[in-house]
């Protein structure tokens, strides 16, 4: 069974920083465009970043310039560092692996940007 299993979230101050990853297990994962979304509460998921199995990457409009999506296909690990966090940032974040018609979610790992 396809596993994505995520870290790195906690709590940080306005204009801190959190690096999240998500380790990928029984998949083929170089095949697959990864991403992040976000859910805070009383809100829909939402895209924040995503990387295509060639690198290609892709942000929301809210993150421009303080996200970073990187993938290691060795290590089977997509990351999402975030800098400048801000209050709005705060959310469960998701990893998400795609392929054609298939996608596997992750179980979230929760983000609270407050001082």
């Known amino acids: 069974q396809v596993q994505l299993v995520e870290s790195g979230g906690g709590l940080v101050q306005p204009g801190g920083s959190l690096r999240l990853s998500c380790a990928a297990s029984?998949?083929?994962?170089?095949?697959?465009?990864m991403g992040w979304y976000r859910q805070a509460p009383g809100k829909q998921r939402e895209l924040v970043a995503t990387?295509?199995?060639?690198?290609?990457?892709n942000y929301a409009d809210s993150v421009k310039g303080r996200f970073t999506i990187s993938r290691d296909n060795a290590k089977n690990t997509v990351d999402l560092q975030m800098n400048t966090l801000k209050p709005e940032d705060t959310a469960v974040y998701y990893c998400?692996?795609?392929?054609?018609?298939?996608?596997?979610w992750g179980q979230g790992t929760q983000v609270t940007v407050s001082s």
């Open positions: 998400n692996a795609a392929w054609l018609a298939i996608t596997h």
């Open positions: 990387i295509t199995s060639g690198g290609n990457t």
């Open positions: 029984k998949i083929a994962f170089s095949i697959y465009a």
